[in-house]
């Protein structure tokens, strides 16, 4: 497709590789809506795209509200491409994650995609073109101690995007996820504010936002169901069902490590 003038949706654009994305795709001619709940950030990013001559649109909200979910379709409409960027992690033992963590999680990581989804999709197909990309994460590949309901979150993803794949089939919709390793982001940070949340032990490794938004705009020219990045991590899904053992041994012993420095 020529992309040109096209419009993307883009979630959780305030920061790390929502922003990212977001600049790319403006910089290749695509007009993008920054959606997210930091209003100063967004507005910062609009300014940015819009001085470089590209066309950047603003909405404020906050996803976990389906009220508000429906309200970014309303006020958008129809939408050529949907990026699911919006998510957020917590390290630590799932026993010591509170409960309104968990429910902000799936919000945010599971239902915001979901309905997001269900909202635009019906209009791409309608029209026979667009493209949804679902930002995910290679543990969602790799079940791991401290992130038991994240990488379960990624998982979903994993599933709902290769379903969706295969009822496309036979369109010129597509669908895609982006399974991304260690990034460079506010992720980190942003888990161990939260309570209970301790250090991410990737949280100074990994590549760019950059780099993975750089991936997201190939799958835009090339389509496919999905995309590693790095890429050598594709060898991960197989290193998990042969060595996954390795694991169930030093996993749970980082964990412990990294719990007691910090009790």
Known sequence: MNWQDKVAVV???????????????????????????????????????????????????????????????????????????AGFGWYGYYSDMPWMTVREMLDTNVAATAHLTSLFLPGMRERNRGHIINVGSISGSIPSQGIALYGATKAFLDNFTTALVRELRGTRVRASVVRAGPVRTEFGETA????????????????????????????????????????????????????????????????????????
């Open 11 to 85: 979630t959780g654009a305030s920061s790390g590789i929502g922003e990212a994305t977001a600049r790319r795709l403006a910089k290749m001619g695509m007009r993008v809506v920054l959606v997210a709940r930091r209003m100063e950030r967004l507005l910062g990013l609009q300014a940015e795209i819009m001085s470089a001559g590209g066309k950047a649109e603003v909405i404020v909200t906050d996803l976990r509200s389906e009220t508000e979910r429906e309200h970014v379709f309303e006020q958008i409409g129809t939408a050529d491409v949907l990026v699911n960027n």
């Open 192 to 263: 161990l504010g939260m309570e209970n949340g301790r250090h991410v032990p990737t949280e100074k490794v990994g590549v760019t936002s950059e780099r993975v938004a750089r991936e997201i705009w190939k799958l835009l020219l090339r389509p496919r169901r999905v995309v590693y990045v790095p890429r050598w991590l594709g060898i991960v899904p197989w290193a998990e069902l042969s060595f996954g053992w390795v694991i169930d041994c030093i996993g749970p012993l980082l964990l412990k490590r990294r719990t007691g420095k910090q009790a």
